[in-house]
């Protein structure tokens, strides 16, 4: 079992930044990717960004290339989104996601654990 929790979501006005973590424990052992997905009122969820564990290799959706940056720390337990130049559109909730393996999966499915969300607001 893997557990991961969210944090750093909230309320921004347009331009603005926020820093997303992600904290994961138990069975992380071994090679494995780690993403975020966000999924706006009435809307599919979507992928974000994602990252392997050596931190070597990212993917970006469209939307967010540029202004998003994904990372992981040292011990790479931890997982970021610094968000930059936000936007009423980025308003959705923030999944973090996790799965065993080396490929940057962009759909849910390629993920066999998920966090519980946090919130994300971008006033205009």
């Known amino acids: 079992q893997v557990q991961l929790v969210e944090s750093g979501g909230g309320l921004v006005q347009t331009g603005n930044s926020l820093r997303l973590s992600c904290a994961a424990s138990?069975?992380?052992?071994?090679?494995?990717?780690m993403g975020w997905f966000r999924q706006a009122p009435g809307q599919e969820r979507e992928f974000v960004a994602g990252?392997?564990?050596?931190?070597?290799?990212?993917n970006y959706a469209d939307s967010v290339k540029g202004r998003f940056a994904i990372s992981r720390n040292n011990n790479k337990t931890t997982m970021y989104l610094q968000m930059n130049s936000l936007k009423p559109d980025d308003t959705a909730v923030y999944y973090c996601?996790?799965?065993?393996?080396?490929?940057?999966?962009?759909?849910?499915?390629?993920?066999?654990?998920w966090g519980q969300g946090t919130q994300v607001t971008v006033s205009s």
């Open positions: 138990g069975r992380i052992f071994g090679s494995n990717v």
């Open positions: 996601a996790w799965r065993q393996g080396v490929q940057i999966g962009v759909r849910e499915s390629d993920y066999e654990y």
């Open positions: 990252i392997t564990r050596s931190g070597t290799n990212t």
